[in-house]
């Protein structure tokens, strides 16, 4: 048996770059247990009795005995009654350091390389992943931050401690894969009155936003090989989701009247899915006119097809009330409508809906309890009276007032100081515009130099389907411009860094 096991026992120093451990026997335990691991301590040897090595260690003989037992009961050591202490004999006697590498004390051995082997699913959708920059705070010109400080956080606050003063069983023990039935009550009342949604509560599903919405969509409605068309140009994220489920992902342009409805049919086999922002494409503005939206519902019942309607921000119309949903038309149950209020109220919410045809809640009902099971309720609860109580209504106006102004005061900037640079393309609502680039810049530069000056100014090309080397000089140049999360003074002086940096570049 060796003499010196003073190795065994690491300093406080973490040479990871993690804070160091600060108990004593976990930092023995660790000691062991990464001698076993890499072979410097082998199956069947005999460790000093515990008051022994406590003495060498300079430790007491209690933290010995804690980090043995620790041991013993993960399987590294074995005792034998009047013998002591052993490492396990079940264990491999070769030096594990080939297969293992410790992250407690930074002891790192050479590692066999080996390449990462991810799924198909998540190669697919790492295609899409995003790629554009993040800042630690919202920057202008980020066209989705809605403005924080216009939300009344302290009211939220006070809801969500209600919400727990005397919490019923809904929230203690919440079992409906579909969400709180109050809150879903009140986005169905709120849709029916603002956006035409032809629905009742038992069709809504609450979801962690979007995201999710899209994500149990394609699993629930497509197959590997599936064909799904999108708007070109259009949001990465909606991409990247729906190719993760094995889809044929195939963009279908936008023009002046919104998704190209009759090039549905050069798809290479029909769309199982068309997933469409008739209200508002994103980022153009685009609205989808009337006789394609009518169009759409005739192509997805001949085709036994569906309708995805994202409808992220539509609350947010400036010239004229909320236009009605594309699903308050459709009498085939081919529409699901999906919306969030992560922009509306703000992004850590994470909350949004869907609301499904009566056909497809089963299905979505038992597929949630083998997703994420039951949403989390307490902000469900908080939202449910935030919107019965009339704040969500009082906030969408007042932020709608704001927002307008602070659009009409962007406009008014690039109308005075950049007629010759920029060209504000038509749009009547969100939480940004689009401008054209007059002057031939490449706006990927421009969005390049915009990241290293602290602007978060996105590329109108970024948005298309095929970005390669040789469609670019065929993709539409511009600038994304949100408006929403600053005042008049920020945009003023954030404008003005935004121009001087085009004069730079010209």
Known sequence: MRSDYSWIYPSHTDQTGDRAEPIAYRRLYHGIRAAILDGRLHPGERLPASRDLAR?????????????????????????????????????????????????????SKTKERPLRLSQSV????????????????????????????????????????????????????????????????????????????????????????????????????????????????????????????????????????????????????????????????????????????????????????????????????????????????????????????????PGIRLGYLVLPRTLIPAFRGMRGFADGVPAPTAQAALAAFLADGHFGSHVRKMRLRYGERRTHLQNLIADRATGALSIMPSDGGLHFCTKLIAGHDDMILQEKMVKAGLDCRALSSYFHDKSAQNRPNLPQGLVLGFAGWNKNALTQSFGELITIMERTS
């Open 123 to 346: 190669a697919r959708m790492l295609e899409y992943q995003r790629r554009f920059p993040r800042f630690r705070v919202a920057r202008p010109f980020n066209p989705a931050t809605p403005d924080l400080d216009g939300f009344p956080f302290d009211l939220w606050a006070r809801l969500l401690r209600r919400a727990w003063r005397s919490p019923d069983i809904d929230l203690t023990i919440p079992d409906d894969p579909l969400g709180l039935s109050q809150l879903r009550h009140e986005i169905a009342k709120w849709l029916r009155q603002s956006r035409g949604v032809n629905c009742d509560a038992d069709q809504v599903m609450i979801v962690s936003g979007a995201q999710q919405a899209l994500d149990l969509i394609a699993r629930a409605l497509v197959d590997p090989g599936d064909v799904i068309a999108t708007e070109d140009p259009g949001y990465e994220g909606i991409r990247g989701v729906l190719a993760a489920s094995g889809a044929d992902v195939q963009a279908i342009p936008v023009d002046h009247e919104g998704l190209c409805v009759d090039l549905l049919s050069n798809t290479s086999s029909p769309a199982r899915i068309v997933v469409t922002t008739p209200s508002r494409n994103y980022p153009l503005g685009t609205t989808l006119s009337l006789a394609r939206r009518l169009a759409m519902l005739q192509w997805a019942d001949a085709n036994d097809a569906w309708i995805v309607e994202d409808d992220y921000d539509s609350e947010y119309r400036y010239d004229g009330p909320p236009l009605s949903s594309l699903q308050g038309l459709d009498t085939q149950n081919r529409v699901i409508y999906v919306g969030t209020f992560s922009r509306v109220m703000f």
């Open 56 to 108: 060498t260690l300079g430790i007491s003989r209690n933290t010995v005995v804690t980090s043995f037992d620790l041991l013993t009961s993960e399987g590294y050591l074995e005792t034998r009654v009047g013998a002591g202490s052993f490492v396990a004999s079940t264990l491999p006697d070769r030096d594990m350091a080939a297969t293992h590498q410790t992250g407690d004390q930074g002891n790192t």
